[in-house]
């Protein structure tokens, strides 16, 4: 096996901040432990797939059987007030084609949406398997919201997630797919599904278009190198600890982090492409020394293939060294940003706060310079404005567009660095041996790792944005280059600005209210702080909404104990206030 690691930006200033870094971790397998795979549809036959949606539906079970490989075997169920085995799980050929003709030929709809009842069921179907080492995995078809058996929608749907918890240690991954428009059917449920049960939510808008869909599932299935990986995170200095991880590609998947614990559940690695991972790890810095410094060490394991690397960070006082930026990396944490974004939405019921996530949504974009997130949020944000909600079908399509930008991302290569700057620093790929794959066993992170902090004041890291220059306070400006008045300059004479939007009981130094171009705020009342320390211009966020985001790398915000990360400037930065972008000038 082979694994690589790389972070967003490896090299950090030696201060006791404790700072957050995000990990790449790619996998390669390079032994094949499996041949073929058991897959079990769960086909929605419930009243509203009734007519064209159905037939399509059936039509893609049949060609479905076609695509599969000699060694795989496929189970179909149907579901709606009752669950019926079709076909049981078959091996590919004459025998299944037929059994599925026939059993397909009188399948009606009627009923309601009973889908805790058909997860149980497609497990215990694959539980049956006398060889449970093989991948399997469960596609979830439907249209509608779950019910209970009196046809009510559910309201509680810990008990789905729970059964996809389950699928998940059992090897097998759930893939929900939803069948026609997103109005009809709950698309953060069947997201949630997908990431407890690792698998991928998949959306089939116009019912012809699920035949496809169905064949590449199966494909990606039968490519599978392991049926069950994990993934140890053994911290060895700067009190790290795991604080978020996600599958970024071959297809998005929030993983869920134990508490108290360090060993991730990966599911299944195909063979190829390479399987990208992220971590967010919080460090508790450095106090002084420069030189790298080890953090984690990374074991990644499967039935018969094993690899582990050591993370280290680099720490230097050394500005230029501060800003380096792995492009690969960072460009994949925006796509996972933009994900969790998506999820934020689903789940929301507010419009404002809908309103400030799609801003996000497509400020993110065009950093990663995706033109169709862009025009998505754009449209969406329109539809917002007009009518005061998002349709469903537009969240279940946009959802599966952004689930899929971390993988379009990653086969599209790193991005080239701007001219005149440096190559990025790359952490060194290691294959490890069986023998030589580190320590075994689930290693916790304990509290009283993390270095002591101290005061707030003190702990306030400034990170460089460029070396574009430097300041004066006398000629230094912010002039907008995305706003409502393209080109208007701000002073930042003063010792301190605060800038934001005045409001009743609240005054600000740069009012940013007559620059908006929408119907509602995207820029908090008090959003950032500009000061200067010693002929440095520094910049940090108040804790907004939107957050503040210097040349394309989100700043921290305040959270707790934890001050917000200050940011030098210079001239030439771009610094972005919700839908606002602003130009930092030395005057003219």
């Known amino acids: 096996m082979k694994i690589r690691l790389e972070w967003d930006r490896p090299v950090r200033p030696p201060a006791a901040a404790r700072m957050t870094a995000v990990l790449l971790v790619g996998v390669m397998p390079e032994t094949v432990s499996v041949s073929g795979h058991d897959a079990c549809v769960l086909l929605d036959t419930s009243k509203s797939m009734a007519g064209d949606k159905l037939q399509r539906a059936l039509e893609a079970c049949r060609l479905a059987a076609q695509s599969l490989g000699p060694d795989d075997r496929l189970a179909v169920c149907t579901f709606a007030s009752n669950v019926s085995t079709l076909v049981p799980l078959t ?44 991948p399997a995995t469960v596609l979830l078809i439907t249209d509608g919201h779950p019910t209970d058996n009196r046809g009510r929608p559910m309201t509680d749907m810990s008990p789905l997630v729970e ?4 699928l998940a240690s059992r090897a097998l991954t759930l893939t929900p797919i939803g069948l026609g428009s997103g109005n009809d059917f709950n698309t953060g ?7 407890h049960g690792r698998g991928a939510f998949c959306h089939a808008e116009d019912p012809a278009g699920l035949s496809a869909l ?3 599932r199966l494909r990606r299935a039968g490519q599978v190198a392991c049926a069950s990986a994990s993934m140890t ?18 297809e998005y998947a929030e993983l869920p982090v134990p508490q108290g614990a360090a060993v991730l559940a990966l599911g299944q690695l195909p063979a190829e492409p390479e399987s990208v991972f992220l971590l967010r790890i919080g460090t508790g810095g450095r106090f002084g020394a420069e030189g790298p410094e080890p953090v984690a060490r990374i074991a990644v394991r499967a039935t018969d293939d094993s690899a582990s690397a050591d993370a280290a960070l680099d720490f230097s006082n050394t500005p230029r060294e501060q800003q380096r930026v792995n492009e690969e990396a960072n460009r994949l944490r925006l796509a996972w940003d933009l994900a969790r974004y998506q999820q934020m939405v689903n789940a929301s019921d507010d419009a404002g706060r809908t309103g400030d996530l799609l801003a996000q949504i497509r400020n993110t974009g065009e950093l990663i310079g995706s033109q169709a997130v862009v025009d998505d949020a754009s449209a969406r944000l329109h539809e917002l404005r007009a009518t005061g909600a998002l349709s469903g079908n537009a969240n279940a399509r946009a959802t599966s567009m952004l689930r899929a930008t971390g993988e379009l991302l990653s086969h599209a290569g790193a991005v080239a660095e701007p001219t005149g700057a440096e190559p990025e620093r790359v952490t060194e790929v290691v294959t490890s041996p069986e023998s030589n794959s580190g320590s075994g066993g689930g290693i916790g992170f304990g509290g009283g790792q993390e270095q002591p902090r101290r005061e707030q004041e003190e702990a306030a ?20 280059r995305r706003g409502a008045r393209p080109g208007a300059a701000y002073a930042l004479s003063a010792p301190e600005a605060h800038i934001g939007r005045t409001a009743p009981g609240i005054t600000v130094d740069i009012d940013l209210s007559d620059q908006e171009t929408g119907d ?8 950032a702080l500009v000061t200067w320390d010693g002929g440095r ?22 959270s707790g104990n934890v001050p917000a990360e200050v940011v030098e400037l210079h001239p030439g930065d771009r610094v972005i206030l919700g839908c606002l972008e602003l130009e930092v000038t030395a005057g003219g």
């Not at 995170?233 to 071959?250: F, K, L, N, Q, S």
């Not at 509602?520 to 959003?527: A, E, G, M, N």
């Open 537 to 558: 211009c520094l910049i940090r966020d108040q804790g907004s909404k939107a957050g503040t985001v210097v040349n394309g790398r989100p700043i921290t915000a305040p």
């Open 91 to 134: 091996s590919t050929g004459g025998v299944l084609e037929a059994a599925l003709a026939v059993a397909l030929e009188n399948v009606q709809a009627g009923g309601c949406t009973l889908t805790y009842a058909a997860l149980l069921h497609a497990q215990s179907v694959l539980a049956e398997r006398t060889d449970a080492s093989r």
């Open 214 to 216: 169905l064949e590449e």
């Open 461 to 480: 890291t400034v990170q460089p944005a460029s070396q574009g220059g430097a300041l004066a306070p006398d000629s230094a400006r912010l002039v907008v």
């Open 163 to 166: 059964v996809a918890d389950s």
């Open 233 to 250: 995170v053994e911290p060895t200095g700067c009190g790290a600890t795991v604080e978020g991880a996600c599958r970024i590609a071959p």
């Open 189 to 195: 449920v069947l997201e949630s599904l997908a990431d």
């Open 520 to 527: 509602r705020y995207t820029v908090s009342r008090r959003h």
